[in-house]
C-alpha cells in the first residue's frame, strides 16, 4: 500500500511559477514510477508529466514541455513539479500517481491505468 499527499498548490497569477510536492508514505518510493495528472471539472483527468525509478528519464505532455519540471528525491520520499510561465489552462487540480510496472515508455507512463495509487488532489489556480 502507497499513501500520497499532495502540497504546495495555490492562486498565483499568469506568469508566475508554482512548485507542488507529493509526499509518499508505505511501500518503497525508489521502487516506483510516479506521475502527475490534473482534473477541471466536466474533463478527463489528464497525464502532465511523469519520472521513472531513478530520476534519469522524464516525460512531459506537449502541453506543458519546456514550462514544467518534474524531480523526485528518493531519500524524502518525495517527488515535485516545479511549474513555471503558468497560464490560466493550467487551472485544475493536481494529482500525483506511483506506478510499480516494469515498463519505460512515454505512452504507457501517460495512461491513468499505468498507476495503482493516487493522492487527493491540490488545487492549482492560474488568474488571468
Known amino acids: 500500500q502507497v499513501q500520497l499527499v499532495e502540497s504546495g498548490g495555490g492562486l498565483v497569477q499568469a506568469g508566475g511559477s508554482l512548485r507542488v510536492s507529493c509526499a509518499a508514505s508505505?511501500?518503497?518510493?525508489?521502487?516506483?514510477?510516479m506521475g502527475w495528472f490534473r482534473q477541471t471539472p466536466g474533463k478527463e483527468r489528464e497525464f502532465v508529466a511523469a519520472i521513472m525509478r531513478t530520476g534519469g528519464t522524464t516525460y512531459y505532455a506537449d502541453s506543458v514541455k519546456g514550462r514544467f519540471t518534474i524531480s523526485r528525491d528518493n531519500a524524502k520520499n518525495t517527488v515535485y513539479l516545479q511549474m513555471n510561465s503558468l497560464k490560466p489552462e493550467d487551472t485544475a487540480v493536481y494529482f500525483c500517481?506511483?506506478?510499480?510496472?516494469?515498463?519505460?515508455?512515454?505512452?504507457?507512463?501517460?495512461?491513468?491505468?499505468?498507476?495503482?495509487?493516487w493522492g487527493q488532489g491540490t488545487q492549482v489556480t492560474v488568474s488571468a
Open positions: 508505505g511501500r518503497t518510493f525508489s521502487s516506483a514510477a
Open positions: 500517481a506511483a506506478a510499480f510496472g516494469t515498463y519505460n515508455s512515454a505512452t504507457y507512463y501517460a495512461a491513468k491505468n499505468a498507476y495503482r495509487y
